[in-house]
């Protein structure tokens, strides 16, 4: 799935504004993604997964660098996210589909964030930009 230029420009310019607020933002989705699907707590079992714990801030701290790098190398996705996904994959077997769910409470988390910013276009760039993410990420399942 390939973004266009304009797309790339509205993921760099909210991802800007992200940026200085990642952590907070990376926690946030993932108290989403627990709250709405339960189910993925399995893969924490060790984490105190109570809303603003620090493992989850820190968790959450790491996913939002993953997508830092994946918009540093917007270009190159795949490139840069090419050992993540070894991890999930081989190491930490982690069900595919939650790469999916985690990017829609991403996408939330911005979207509630910065209403004003988050315009139609901006929001379909970033599912696609968060679809093109979750799809490298999944990638070495196949």
């Known amino acids: 799935m390939t973004l266009t230029q304009a797309e790339k420009a509205a993921v760099v310019t909210i991802w800007a504004k992200v940026a200085t607020q990642a952590d907070a933002i990376g ?3 993932l108290e989403r993604l627990f709250s709405s699907y339960p189910q993925t707590k399995t893969y924490f079992p060790h984490f105190d997964l109570s809303q ?3 493992q989850l801030r820190a968790h959450g701290s790491k996913v939002m660098n993953a997508i830092g790098e994946a918009v540093k ?3 190159d996705i795949r490139g840069a996210l090419a050992k993540l996904s070894e991890l999930h994959a ?3 077997r982690v069900d595919p589909v939650n790469f999916r769910l985690l990017s829609h ?3 939330c988390s911005v979207a509630a964030r910065y ?3 988050f315009t139609p276009e901006a929001h379909a760039a970033w599912d696609k930009f968060l679809s093109s993410v979750s799809s490298v990420l ?3 399942y196949r």
């Open 138 to 140: 999944t990638e070495k």
């Open 105 to 107: 409470c991403i996408l």
């Open 115 to 117: 209403p004003s910013d």
């Open 73 to 75: 190398n917007i270009d």
């Open 90 to 92: 081989y190491i930490l």
């Open 27 to 29: 926690a946030e989705s």
């Open 52 to 54: 603003g714990s620090a």
